[in-house]
């Protein structure tokens, strides 16, 4: 089993929809991190989160530390957020990032 | 403008041929790492370093070597490449423990080994 979990893989919407990606980890952390890689391939740091929530824009983050959990979500989702999302909790033992494989999203005018 | 700066973009090399990957970064970071991109695989870290001189293994180390004689500069080796890395890779840096920790990645080099 993995240590990090995202689903969905994939995730179609049309423009304006609310998208909601989870994350779950099975290891202790000490933060977690929410990327974003755009077809090109450049990898863009969106969040780091140690406990609650944080916003930014259209884009929020939440964490449950308890229950092992982590969302982003997208409000009024534009074709410019296509893109994969990548969750990365930091291990609390070994303080190495371990990232899940990604959630592909395309948002459809 | 803050950034990581990774050279080259892309390299195509045979296999047993040494090479370095170089990544610089201007913002004063203590804490920079590499990493691996293969499909189906996603983002794997080859090595950390959280300051100058101190290095530390990754998952995956397993052909390469870093050094972290400056801050700004932490340089990816391979003196024996193999076709099985051949990857994408990124190199990136982050002011560790602040609240607002973020990470800054290079754009990347795509390695064949031919």
């Known amino acids: 089993k993995n240590e990090v979990e995202q689903s969905p893989q994939n995730l179609t919407a049309q423009e304006g929809e609310f998208i909601t990606i989870n994350c779950s980890y099975s290891v202790g952390i000490s933060a977690l991190h929410w990327l974003q890689q755009h077809p090109g391939g450049g990898i863009v740091s969106l969040f780091m989160?140690?406990?609650g929530k944080k916003k930014h824009g259209r884009l929020i983050a939440t964490i449950n530390i308890q229950e092992k959990h982590s969302s982003l979500h997208i409000t009024a989702s534009h074709p410019r957020d296509s893109a994969v999302y990548i969750c990365?909790?930091?291990?609390?033992?070994?303080?190495?990032?371990?990232f899940g494989t990604g959630t592909r999203l395309q948002v459809f005018p | 403008e803050a950034q990581v700066t990774q050279n080259p973009r892309y390299l195509i090399t045979v296999t047993g041929k040494k090479l370095t990957v170089t990544c610089s970064q201007n913002m004063n970071h203590e804490y920079m790492s590499w990493y691996r991109q293969d499909p189906g695989l996603g983002l794997r870290q080859i090595y950390y370093s959280m300051n100058v001189e101190v290095t530390d293994k990754g998952d995956v180390p397993e052909g390469y070597k870093v050094s972290r004689k400056e801050k700004r500069n932490f340089p990816l080796i391979l003196e024996s490449p193999s076709p099985n890395q051949t990857s994408l890779y990124f190199c990136a840096s982050a002011l560790r423990g602040e609240v607002h920790e973020k990470l800054f990645f290079g754009s990347g080099t795509q390695l064949s080994v031919l």
């Open positions: 990365a909790p930091r291990s609390y033992n070994t303080d190495k990032l371990i």
């Open positions: 989160l140690s406990s």
